[in-house]
């Protein structure tokens, strides 16, 4: 299953790529353990300088692998691999840049909220249907997203679930540019290499001081994360999975 995120090194750029594609890039516990690493040893390692986060052709990723949060809602035993995740998301020390094609749910979607630059395509679709399924926001969303879409746009898209074109996400600063398909991989790697040649510590103060303090993004995170456990094993969460899962065997 590790096969299902690659990392791979290009200079002093660390590629974190979703390979899922036969599930939309749905991500397991493994998957998040695998990425977990690979932020914090990047961080910990001075050759690397940005990390890069890639899907696959139309699917950048589709969320949460449901089977796993059904097995938390029916009474099983859940990890701490999203969360591992998640503080590896909100501490890291090196720019992270995100290509996104197509498919973007959940934290397909929240993951790039974190990014420094984020390039979607036209055909790129952000959403979190999280309320849909019982749920609440997560990693940091609920902090991020006000910041980034004013209060009434963040509620569009993490109360209402409203999808967000990749236009739509340029224009209220969710994501920095919109390219062509066949050009996105390049134009992030390249958007990489311009980082990489900047002077490191004088771009490591400006990015902290550009981003929200750690100390809130986490204590959010923290306050998401227990009202994500709680409703997961709520009735109500549990019928809109179930609900959900039929539909998807059905179809």
């Not at 390039?119 to 749920?135: C, E, M, S, W």
């Amino acid at each position: 299953m590790t096969d299902h995120i690659l990392v791979e090194r290009q200079g002093a750029v660390q590629i974190i790529r979703i390979n899922r594609p036969d599930k939309k890039n749905a991500l397991t516990r493994a998957m998040y353990a695998k990425m977990s690493a690979a932020l914090t040893e990047g961080d910990a390692d001075p050759a690397v300088r940005v990390h890069v986060f890639l899907g696959v052709p139309g699917a950048f990723s589709s969320g949460n692998d449901l089977a796993d949060f059904l097995v938390i809602a029916t009474g099983g035993e859940g990890g701490n691999e999203v969360w591992d995740f998640l503080m590896a998301l909100a501490r890291s020390q090196k720019p992270m840049v995100s290509g996104v094609d197509g498919i973007a749910v959940g934290i397909g979607t929240t993951l790039n909220l974190h990014c420094d630059l984020t390039f979607a395509t036209p055909r790129t679709l952000f959403r979190t249907p999280f309320v849909d399924l019982g749920l609440v926001p997560e990693a940091g969303s609920s902090l991020i997203a006000p910041q980034l879409l004013g209060r009434q746009g963040a509620f569009a898209l993490l109360g209402l679930g409203e999808g967000f074109s990749a236009e739509r996400a340029k224009a209220a600063g969710m994501i920095y540019d919109v390219v062509a398909e066949d050009a996105l991989e390049s134009t992030v790697l390249a958007a990489a290499d311009s980082i990489v040649a900047k002077p490191p510590q004088a771009l490591k103060i400006a990015r902290d001081l550009m981003r929200e303090p750690r100390e809130a993004l986490v204590a959010r995170i923290k306050v998401e994360s227990e009202h994500f456990r709680e409703r997961l094993t709520s009735e109500e969460a549990r019928a809109a999975l179930t609900a959900f899962m039929t539909r998807k065997k059905a179809s």
